[in-house]
């Protein structure tokens, strides 16, 4: 198996994380191996078959083999009300850390309270709630947002020529990253009143409707500078109806994802021009060693949440283009 | 009649729009209605057919979804497209014949056999031939999927296109077809249609296979557009109301025998023109589904209020 420079350094340095925590615990090795032997750990995504949780559930199943612990997976399959149930039911497993991946801000705040409250770690993935809990694993939404929004000031403000009208294609109004992406790109943007959002419309994260909005948009605003859409999958839908539109040269396509294979695919055919990865695989690794952790005791001095923020990689079309930026399943 | 409503409302809003939103009123604009609301026409025939037979097709969106993701996952191995195209309208006849069977020789309900030839289906794919995957990626470089998604004539998309053949056909087979004259003589009575000897097994099967194969088309037409076959369209979407909605809407009662092409077209306009103009102001996606509800509302009671229910009109299984 193949891997980028990148994750050879991340693997490096988590085992050497790793590595120091074992020591200075009690000592060995296999002592870890004895805290994490016969554990349980339940995961439950918003759905599985997308290759973000799949790669999550890759590696986080590595790291669950080597400890010897038990990984579960409950998969929700994009139904929120299901999820709910899943997670009611997870808790009352009792396991020893509870994986959640939340779709929105508030839906699951009251289940993770309540799980914590019983004594069970929880490691949110990617997705944060407002409840706080153990652990956050995934990436910094606002910077995210700010980065994507300086670029396009860069491309299509003061100076570039362009018109400054910017499309934002969020997923959903109350998810985590939409709200915290929207709020920090709409933060840059106030700085610079060149530029001019004339369309902010969720997709509820589906590439049919992301194209509608965007061939809509297009028609009304010719001069469109940038679509920042706020997954990559819904904005395949909405760099579909760009190039259609003929317009793939003059119009600027951002967006978020998890860098699989298809995020490269997707700059190589055109139909999308910079995603901000946040690497779902090396999430993965970075979410299997923090739930070794946890099973060892790990904890914030101040009882606050241990956070591991995930370095992100920006995969660009044109002479920078590296298709080794992109992971496979 | 809430055909009428409908109409007129469409119309006050198409003025109100004209004069109020920026951009609507561009010969762009109605090239991107049309376009956007060609797959939500398509399958609005499928179910018009279904539901004047007095049935309702709950499988149309995974079908919709089958037949797009039989015909993507040939061509994305390198069968010629004819021959996928050939292997996916197979495929869909036996949808039909499938859900056909279950509800004219079983007996089951159409509303529980669709669903369960929904789930079926829905299953089969994503777990059988996806593997657990959500999304199937279309290849804009694939020749086939260039040509659904391009234009036909300049200015015609191919969608727009496919959408005004399925019209037609949809016209055909309820006015000029011995099965269109059946299809209705089922909705108004089916016992009576029944016991005069028509033969309404065989036209059901007529009804379910040509409900499937719209919604090929509307999946090719959908999937080649946005490049991707989305099976979240069926689990999550609301799709299946839009449609229903469409129907309804246009004047089509859900006990059947009566509506044709025009109460189709009628309803999906409505649909069209305020998805489109609510987008154009920059409604967002929640205040959108909101005014629709209150829209769809107004209608209703206003026809009630124009057309009161009496003894005669007031049937069993009407909405």
């Not at chain 1, 929700?76 to 020893?96: H, Q, R, W, Y």
């Not at chain 1, 990253?177 to 709409?186: E, K």
């Not at chain 2, 669903?115 to 470089?141: C, D, Q, T, Y």
């Not at chain 2, 033969?199 to 296979?209: D, F, K, Q, S």
């Amino acid at each position: 198996m193949f891997y980028g420079i990148g994750s050879r350094l991340g693997m490096v340095a988590a085992a050497a994380l790793l590595g120091a925590c074992t020591l200075m615990g009690t000592g060995t090795a296999t002592q870890a191996d004895e805290r994490l032997a016969g554990k349980k750990v339940i995961f439950v995504p918003i759905s599985m078959g997308i290759s973000l949780t799949e790669g999550w559930a890759r590696r986080m199943r590595e790291h669950a083999e080597i400890g010897g612990y038990s990984f579960d997976v409950r998969d929700a399959a994009f139904n929120t009300g299901v999820m709910s149930e899943l997670l009611a039911k997870a808790i009352s497993d009792k396991p020893d850390v509870l994986v959640v991946h939340n779709p929105t801000v508030q839906l699951l705040a009251r289940q993770i309270r309540q799980a914590e409250s019983e004594g069970i770690k929880v490691l949110q993935i990617n997705l944060q709630s407002n409840q706080p809990s153990a652990a956050f694993v995934g990436a910094s939404w606002e910077r995210i947002g700010r980065e994507i929004a300086e670029d396009i000031v860069k491309e299509c403000g003061e100076g570039s020529g362009k018109s400054g009208k910017v499309a934002i294609i969020p997923g959903q109004l109350t998810a985590a990253d939409s709200v915290i992406m929207n709020d920090a790109a709409f933060k840059v943007f106030e700085e610079h009143k060149e530029i001019q959002v004339v369309s902010n419309q969720a997709s509820d994260w589906e590439p049919e409707k992301a194209r509608q909005i965007t061939a809509t948009v297009l028609q009304q605003h010719p001069d469109l500078c940038a679509v920042f859409g706020h997954w990559d999958v819904h904005t395949m839908g909405a760099g579909n109806a760009v190039k259609d539109a003929g317009k793939a040269d003059d119009v600027l396509v951002y967006s978020t994802g998890g860098g699989d294979d298809v995020a490269c695919k997707a700059i190589e055919d055109g139909v999308q021009d910079r995603i901000w990865s946040y690497d779902a695989d090396g999430q993965g690794r970075d979410a299997g060693t923090m739930i070794d952790l946890l099973l060892q005791g790990a904890a914030a001095a101040d009882g606050s949440m241990l956070i591991a923020q995930s370095p992100l990689k920006i995969i660009k079309a044109g002479d920078s283009y590296d298709a080794s930026l992109c992971w496979k399943m | 009649m809430l055909e009428r409503v409908v109409a007129v409302a469409t119309l006050v809003l198409v003025v109100a729009f004209a004069l109020a939103v920026d951009g609507f009123a561009t010969i762009g604009n109605l090239r991107v209605i049309l376009s956007n609301s060609a797959s939500l026409a398509i399958l609005s025939c499928g179910m018009a057919v279904v539901v004047v037979s007095r049935g309702l097709d709950l499988s149309l969106i995974a079908q919709m979804v089958a037949g797009a993701t039989v015909f993507g996952i040939l061509i994305s191995n390198g069968v010629a497209a004819p021959w996928a195209l050939l292997v996916a309208v197979a495929a869909m006849v036996a949808v039909g014949l499938l859900n056909a069977w279950l509800i004219a020789y079983v007996e089951i309900p159409a509303m529980l056999a669709t669903l369960a030839s929904s789930m079926f289906m829905v299953g089969l794919l994503r777990f059988a031939i996806l593997r657990g995957e959500f999304l199937l990626l279309l290849p804009k470089s694939d020749p086939t999927v260039a040509f659904l998604a391009g234009n036909i004539l300049p200015g015609v998309p191919v969608s727009v296109a496919l959408m005004a053949a399925t019209l037609a056909a949809c016209w055909f087979l309820l006015n000029r077809m011995s099965a269109g004259q059946v299809i209705y003589a089922m909705g108004d009575n089916f016992q009576a249609a029944r016991l005069a000897g028509l033969p309404v097994r065989t036209t059901l099967i007529v009804v379910y296979v040509f409900g499937a194969l719209t919604a090929l088309v509307a999946g090719l037409v959908m999937a080649s557009a946005s490049g991707v076959v989305d099976f979240r369209t069926v689990t999550n979407g609301t799709l299946l109301f839009d449609v229903i909605l469409v129907v309804v809407l246009g004047g089509i009662p859900l006990r059947g025998g009566r509506g044709g092409v025009r109460n189709i077209i009628v309803g999906v306009a409505l649909i069209a023109v305020m998805r489109n103009g609510m987008t154009l102001m920059n409604f967002t996606t929640q205040t959108q589904d909101m005014l629709k509800g209150l829209v769809l509302l107004t209608a209703i009671v206003t026809d009630n209020y124009l057309n009161p229910r009496d003894a005669e009109t007031d049937t069993v299984g009407d909405l």
